[in-house]
């Protein structure tokens, strides 16, 4: 079964999202900021990464970047979820090394087939 970190600061946010997950068979945890989610990544090494970019701290470019330069975390792929919509966000989110980048609000089918699909890899 594969385990999915969710790294975003709404308590909202990560409960929708783990209840789709889970439904359809991941295990999930999560993180509240960017720090915790670099930390958590590197204790648990899960098998995908959901990262938010608006964070507390450390944000999500941050953390991304951090992840992919640590030999120890690099091949955990990371799907940007955030409301930052703009293309500029996208692009800039894709260059720090996310796989992929959705736009809030996400609907559960489209997180599951995104997650199914980064895994598949």
């Known amino acids: 079964m594969a385990l999915i970190l969710i790294v975003d600061d709404s308590p909202t946010e990560v409960f929708v999202m783990q209840k789709a997950l889970e439904k359809h068979?991941?295990?999930?945890?999560a993180a509240e900021n960017g720090a915790e989610g670099i930390?958590?990544?590197?204790?648990?090494?899960?098998d995908l990464i959901f990262m938010d970019i608006v964070m507390p701290g450390v944000n999500g470019y941050q953390a991304t970047r951090a992840l992919i330069n640590d030999p120890e975390t690099s091949l955990i792929?990371?799907?940007?979820?955030?409301t930052k919509g703009q293309e500029t966000d996208r692009v800039w989110g894709l260059r720090q090394g996310a796989v992929d980048y959705l736009v809030k609000p996400v609907s559960a089918q489209a997180l599951v087939e995104k997650a199914q699909a980064a895994l598949a890899v």
Request: charged letters at 25%; glycine letters at 6%; zero cysteines.
């Open 39 to 46: 930390r958590k990544a590197k204790e648990m090494r899960p």
């Open 77 to 82: 792929p990371i799907i940007m979820v955030t």
């Open 25 to 29: 068979g991941f295990q999930t945890a």
